[in-house]
């Protein structure tokens, strides 16, 4: 079983966990400013790269806290996990690495 | 009204679950009698810096248990902690945590009667909880004074290991405990008995 490394608890078996998307996506400040365009883009609109991707994952099955991840969504390596509100030490590296 | 408030009318608690004992060679599964339990949450700083409230240890890593007298604690998380005592000490535990955190933010809930709690004990312990718990419950992977939130089967728990026995406590919430109690009945069964 793949083990994720839950930045409060340590390496822990996937299936406590879940996914909760795309990571790093601000929410607008003004969204009534927004043409339905926008609005759409913000909601809908994901990177969705092959290679490298920062996501969030919440520990549901244990800690129950949000944390984020990079995850490499070719071959499913996490690369780094760390806590909310903090950057990852590399950035993913644009759409894909390969 | 008044007649209501009357023991002889008062609600009548039955337990969510009421299984006999199964004891195979290697392992004992029992229903443990009700206690009061809280859940407690504080914001992420007085979390960093908790000791004791009320008689509970707060400044353990997390996932950690401990316990002080006939009060444990179980620290779920950074900012959160399960906390169970006797019974009848409900209120009065209630009232002791208040106190104590008085004037500072934080959220505390009774759920003594959210939650039905099994003792899992014998050689075959460990492997009878893996039949459906992912975790590593080897003395490595999960010592003596380890808890955590984690899954059994299809059902979420909280598993505690007080002490380096093999004498696991299981939680789970009160409409997952039949379900709870025949999976670890089945895997009981199925193991192969060591002696
Ligand atoms: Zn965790």
């Known amino acids: ?98 | 009204m008044a007649e209501l408030a009357g023991s002889a009318s008062a609600a009548r608690r039955q337990p969510a679950l009421a299984a006999p004992p199964v004891l195979w060679a290697g392992v004992a599964i029992q229903v443990l009698p009700d206690e009061a339990r809280f859940s407690l949450r504080l914001p992420k700083a007085a979390a960093a810096t908790a000791a004791e409230v009320a008689g509970f240890s707060l400044a353990v890593p997390v996932n950690r248990y401990a316990k002080n007298d006939q009060r444990w604690s179980a620290r779920l998380g950074p900012n959160e902690w399960l906390l169970g005592g006797p019974e009848g000490d409900g209120g009065a535990i209630a009232a002791e945590i208040e106190a104590a955190l008085a004037g500072q933010i934080h959220g505390v809930t009774d759920i003594s009667h959210r939650q039905v709690a099994f003792d899992v004990a014998g050689a075959e312990a460990a492997n009878i909880l893996n039949a459906g718990c992912p975790l590593d419950l080897s003395l490595v992977g999960f010592p003596g004074g380890s808890a955590t939130r984690s899954i059994l089967g299809k059902a979420e728990i909280v598993l505690m290991r007080p002490a380096s026995a093999p004498v696991f406590r299981v939680e789970c919430w009160r409409s997952f405990a039949e379900y709870v109690h025949a999976f670890l009945a089945e895997a009981a069964r199925d193991c192969p008995a060591r002696e």
């Open chain 1, 1 to 98: 079983m793949l083990l994720i490394d839950c930045p409060y608890c340590g390496p822990r078996p996937e299936v406590e966990f879940r996914c909760g998307g795309e990571a790093h996506i601000a929410r607008p400040a003004q969204p009534a400013d927004m043409d339905d365009k926008a609005w759409a883009e913000f909601l809908f609109i994901r990177s969705n790269p092959k290679g490298v991707h920062a996501e969030r994952w919440i520990h549901q099955h244990g800690c129950q806290r949000w944390f984020n991840a990079l995850r490499d969504t070719y071959t499913d390596a996490f690369i780094e996990t760390y806590e909310m509100g903090t950057k990852p030490s590399r950035l993913p590296d644009g759409r894909t690495t390969r």
